[in-house]
């Protein structure tokens, strides 16, 4: 090969590079605001402390947001007090439970009345699958006291819990407020052949993976008691113990807490109801940096500080809206 040739190679084979290079920088340009566009996302937040200490204090940058294995820009970290101390708080009753919860509606009637006046408490009671309200959320805290009563005992013709609370959240209003559910119920599906399948041969019943995503699409917390109703099926070890384990996937995997005494009628609901208070006076609302996908759906998020001494729980995953112009 001639001297000539050679640098003619040579000079078509850098030009060939440049070509390259620019493609590449050109379609990197194309993509990069796509691919870094975000949307702001809700998500209320609980602390509490690891020992027997006071909570930590915990601020802005103090916390880490990972949506998937990517971690995402805090936008906004307000403790739930003053301007965004609003709550409302709806008391779900099952109508299945034995009579003997009469025992406790004092106790639910003294949480009632406790609640600050930024609270708004609603009353309302489960069966076939539906519910009714007794009282609708209201700053009358002593109305909405007035308005718990006995579980009528009825096992009902279509007794499904989860269905329950899914009609409640799908109903409520969305606002800027936090949202509870104390959910009071055994928790099981007594309802059989849920669309022509056999859930009992389920270890978790398909309505509870359906409540989960209701609540963390419309970032309802439930915080679940447990309390046994009537009938065979509450004598039914699987039964009971599979009630109790979708009442407990239901409030963690929505950023709450189940309680409960194993099988038994618990004694008082006071010191759940004070674990309850506790955690409502100690939340933050969250506002992230999320990326969106295509269309909107849910998406795993996790929280965590390197705070000492204290844990920040949330829902599981958090509902992103689709990114813009999809």
């Known amino acids: 090969m001639s001297y000539f040739r050679l640098i003619r190679s040579s000079l078509v084979a850098l ?187 389920l270890t978790t019943d398909p309505d509870v993976n359906s409540a989960i995503s209701v609540a963390q699409r419309t970032g309802t917390i439930i915080q679940s008691i447990y309390f046994p109703g009537v009938g065979h099926f509450q004598r039914n070890f699987w039964e009971a113990t599979n009630g109790q384990n979708g009442m407990s996937r239901l409030s963690e995997d929505s950023g709450g807490e189940s309680f409960f005494l194993g099988l038994q009628t618990p004694v008082s609901f006071s010191p759940w109801l004070d674990s309850i208070q506790r955690i409502l006076e100690n939340q933050a609302i969250l506002e992230f940096a999320a990326v969106p996908n295509r269309r909107a759906g849910l998406q795993n998020v996790d929280l965590s500080t390197e705070i000492p001494g204290v844990e920040l729980m949330s829902a599981r995953s958090v509902w992103v809206p689709a990114a813009s112009g999809q």
């Open 15 to 201: 030009a060939m590079v440049f070509l390259l290079v620019g493609a590449l920088s050109l379609q990197a340009q194309q993509t990069t605001p796509a691919a870094t566009a975000t949307v702001p996302v809700r998500l209320t937040v609980t602390l509490s402390a690891t020992g027997d200490g006071p909570i930590p204090t915990v601020n802005k940058d103090d916390v880490i947001v990972r949506q998937g294995r990517d971690r995402r820009k805090v936008i906004s970290w307000e403790p739930a007090r003053g301007e965004h101390a609003g709550l409302e708080l709806f008391i779900l009753i099952d109508d299945v439970l034995t009579t003997s919860l009469g025992g406790q509606l004092n106790t639910l009637r003294d949480f009632i009345n406790a609640q600050p006046p930024t609270t708004s408490v609603g009353v309302g009671y489960m069966s076939n699958a539906g519910f009714q309200i007794a009282q609708n959320l209201t700053i009358d805290h002593a109305l909405a006291a007035r308005a718990l009563r006995l579980p009528r005992g009825n096992v009902g013709a279509m007794g499904n819990p989860y269905r329950s609370v899914m009609a409640l959240m799908n109903g409520w209003p969305q606002h800027q407020n936090r949202r509870v559910v104390i959910m009071v119920a055994d928790g099981i599906v007594r309802m059989r052949n849920v669309s022509g399948s056999n859930s009992r041969m």
